[in-house]
């Protein structure tokens, strides 16, 4: 019996296509050199798609693919596939949640302590020889004591907040609602959070909703002792108003692991002195990688069973 057809936006690590190449007969997007005819020829057959955060599924796709059922996105964030298309066609759409909580809360922490120990640039500073030259590094902040505000308590977000618990850090969060049973103090009012608190962590998922959403008032509010770290989406701030502020002394500094137009970094930003800068690497490990592509290809075969969808959000 022929192996339903699964059209393959992205490419994966080769135990994930492996596992794909199992159960279905992949039809490579990112190999093809006419993808339009690659999409009309898969039309009558097509229920499946699996893509990636940044690579989603556009209205169009949806729309060239008449009998697709489901969309399987490699990431927690899916904001890059069209969803309002997806409701529309009647296709489910599902994630990789829960599976990068613990690596991307490393990641934020690790941020944060390379920020406040300036931790790159005490590195440079032994190799470079300035040490026996110069003498001591000099003196840094540290975490012990401060305050960090979440925007986004989310499941990424509460494991941020128990790792820096453990830095004896006090969190207060942001959202569009209070939650019950958490506790930490809820802040309706972001500008008001960010003036409250020394670290701002963006965490919440990126959307139409929430572009901007860091704007030049709350950068300011934060101030010039606060710094910023994102691990979201590069979207969720302004990001000229922020590096403006940074080269000005307006904002204290910025660890960022997400950028507007990855992966584009702009030179302004390179040359601060005040930033910490990742290729959005917050859940880029080995084993959170391969569990990632373990629930994408579980979603798939789930719903090519008639089973319940293990992650679905749409």
Not at 47 to 65: D, K, N, P, Q
Not at 196 to 202: E, I, K, M, P, R
Request: net charge negative.
């Amino acid at each position: 019996m022929a192996k339903p057809d699964l059209l393959q936006v992205c490419p994966y690590a080769e135990p994930v296509t492996a596992a794909l190449e199992k159960e279905f007969t992949l039809h490579r997007y990112f190999e093809a050199k006419d993808k339009p005819a690659l999409l009309e020829s898969l039309a009558p057959t097509t229920r499946f798609v699996a893509t990636g955060g940044h690579h989603g599924a556009s209205r169009e796709m949806i729309a060239a693919l008449p009998k697709l059922e489901l969309i399987a996105s490699f990431g927690v964030g899916y904001d890059a596939v069209d969803v309002e298309a997806a409701k529309e066609h009647g296709v489910a759409v599902t994630n990789t949640p829960d599976v990068l909580n613990d690596c991307v809360a490393e990641v934020t922490l690790g941020l944060m302590l390379a920020l406040a120990h300036r931790l790159p640039q005490a590195d440079r500073y032994v190799r470079q020889g300035r040490w026996e030259a110069e003498g001591p590094f000099a003196l840094t902040d540290e975490l012990t004591g401060s305050r960090v505000g979440i925007l986004g308590l989310g499941r990424i977000g509460k494991a941020i907040a128990r790792l820096a618990q453990a830095f004896h850090m006090e969190v207060v969060y942001h959202g569009r609602t209070r939650q019950e049973h958490v506790p930490f103090p809820h802040y309706p009012d972001l500008a008001e959070m960010a003036a409250a608190v020394d670290w701002l962590v963006v965490i919440a998922p990126g959307s139409a909703e929430t572009k901007g959403l860091v704007d030049r008032a709350v950068l300011t509010a934060l101030g010039p002792k606060g710094k910023l770290v994102n691990v979201a989406r590069g979207s969720l701030v302004d990001e000229p108003a922020m590096i403006e502020l940074l080269e000005t002394g307006g904002l204290g500094g910025a660890a960022l692991d997400v950028f507007a137009e990855e992966p584009k970094v702009p030179e302004r930003l390179r040359a601060l002195e005040n930033v910490v800068l990742l290729p959005h690497q917050g859940s880029a490990t080995h084993k959170t990688r391969a569990a990632m592509g373990r629930l994408v290809v579980r979603n798939l075969v789930a719903h090519l069973r008639g089973e319940p969808l293990i992650s679905r959000v749409v």
